[in-house]
């Protein structure tokens, strides 16, 4: 566990600096000792083995060590923003112990401590006295539950054992290639591999919030960090035009696909290395694509297939549904059999994306199954129109999909965010782009954003319906 590598790295190197929190430097040793502190303090509770705790702490280092104090008494945690007001009761309701910052309105049964400062910092005045008394852990052990859309869109709970939290950790720390020069900075709260996976091999962990991402990534010698293509995306449009490209900084990006261009902008003005990352949190990290590779490489321990609606595998080079297995692969949603049922199964984990092998292990992703596109028959990514529409057109972004016509009829729409010239231009643009395509017409409009999730991922109902608004107000104002 993390607390055990904190702890034997604080023995052997305890002046080593183990992450440097707004400024504030903590070595190994007095990371270990808080983490001592914090576990008694936990432990006060007199929560049992399995009992679930859920955590919302906005301070970064409070957040960690509430976190491995858990880890350590074997306490079921889930880290979130707890929402304020009714809309926390169906949230909480499964847990044990709620500790947050804000009122809960978690049922009565239920117990809530509320995360102040005078708590915290009463927590680290105290005198150390040791490490709790440890009790065996397994690597069946719950430890903890992650929240995930799944592939429906609503949202589910998934239940990671200490052996599936551990592989995760160490295959990140594999990927990234973290040493002791490792400095990760923490642009994704609550991320956990990242951080832990850098303490794990003696690096530093940095938490910056007096300024933006490029500018922690400039002034504190960062190596490797994580961030959402929303976020390369906001950290490449702010770089000044005199930033000094970093000598060795590695992104890790996972929750949505990056597009080529995005990553070549990236590579040439911020990193040696961008890691594209396609997992979920049912299956864990099942391919990744490195730097300008076309494809992304298969992880070991990842067993996949490409499949027609029959569920039989398809020749590579073909289009189908994916499906893994995977030894970072969880058996199912907590408290719902039916989706269960439904994309876990014969151990199976189905996606819902499509994809194509193009050997044994390269993977292409072509998107969710719902969301790839029918003009015609013709089976089309948006993803990948995407892709080649920003490398030649003048926007800030762009999201296409398919409107029907008043003929019944599906017809491609682009729609573009802050377009540099006239909307004439803009459609030669991307005629460019679709001039040999098969699919006939096309609808191009502008809008002043392209609708995301916090990932970055385009949502796609959203961006249809106001593309649908914006043609039919068009129609009737033109006529045509």
């Known amino acids: 566990m993390t607390a055990d590598h904190i702890a034997f790295h604080a023995d052997e190197r305890p002046d080593a600096v183990a992450l440097v929190d707004n400024g504030r ?50 306490i079921v945690t889930a880290t979130f923003i707890i929402p304020e007001g009714r809309g926390s009761q169906l949230l909480l309701r499964d847990f044990d112990l709620v500790l947050s910052g804000k009122d809960s309105q978690a049922d009565s049964s239920k117990r809530h401590h509320r995360i102040t400062p005078q708590w915290l910092q009463g927590i680290l005045a105290r005198a150390d006295v040791g490490p709790v008394p440890k009790s065996a852990k397994g690597p069946d052990d719950p430890l903890r539950i992650k929240h995930t859309s799944g592939t429906t869109g609503t949202p589910k709970k998934v239940l990671y054992s ?28 609550r991320t956990v591999p990242g951080p832990a996976g850098c303490v794990r091999a003696v690096g530093t962990v940095i938490f910056e ?30 770089l000044p035009a005199n930033f000094a490209k970093p000598p060795e900084l590695t992104i890790l990006s996972s929750g949505a696909a990056i597009p080529g261009v995005l990553r070549d902008r990236a590579l040439a003005r911020l990193a040696i290395d961008v890691c594209d990352i396609y997992g979920c949190n049912e299956a864990g990290y099942i391919s990744s694509t490195q730097g300008h590779a076309e494809f992304g490489s298969v992880w070991p321990g990842v067993q996949i297939e490409v499949v027609d609606e029959r569920d039989q595998p398809v020749p590579q080079g073909e289009i ?46 072509i998107g ?28 800030d972004d762009v999201g296409v999909c398919s409107i ?36 006939g017409g096309f609808h191009v409009i502008t809008m002043d954003r392209i609708p995301r999730n916090a990932n970055g991922k385009i949502q796609r109902d959203v961006l249809k319906s106001a593309a649908a608004k914006s043609i039919h107000a068009r129609y009737v104002a033109t006529g045509r």
């Open 25 to 74: 430097a903590l070595t190994y040793a007095e990371f270990s000792r808080d983490i001592r502190k914090f576990t008694r303090a936990v432990h006060e509770f007199g929560l049992p083995r399995g009992a679930t705790l859920a955590i919302d702490c906005d301070d970064n280092y409070f957040n960690w060590l509430l976190r491995l104090a858990c880890e350590e008494l074997g």
């Open 162 to 189: 200490r052996r599936i939290h551990e592989g995760l950790i160490t295959k990140t720390m594999w990927i990234a290639g973290f040493t002791r020069r490792s400095r990760y900075l923490l642009a994704i709260p």
């Open 209 to 238: 919030d007096r300024m933006s991402v490029g500018q922690a990534i400039a002034a504190c010698g960062i190596t490797h960090t994580s961030l959402a293509a929303i976020q390369l995306k906001k950290v490449l449009d702010e």
């Open 320 to 365: 189908g549904r994916i499906r893994v297995k995977s030894d970072c692969m969880v058996q199912g949603y907590l408290d719902d059999p039916e989706t269960t049922g439904r994309v876990f199964r014969d151990g199976w984990f189905y996606a819902g994306d499509l994809g194509i092998l193009r050997s044994a292990h390269q993977l292409q992703v």
């Open 368 to 395: 969710r199954s719902d969301d790839v596109l029918n003009i015609g028959g013709l089976k089309i990514s948006p993803s990948a129109l995407e892709d080649l529409i920003l490398k030649v057109a003048e926007v």
């Open 404 to 439: 029907r016509n008043a003929d019944g009829v599906e017809e491609i729409c682009v729609v573009a965010s802050n377009a540099g010239g006239s909307d004439q231009k803009l459609r030669e643009q991307i005629l460019r782009v679709f001039r040999n395509a098969q699919f």
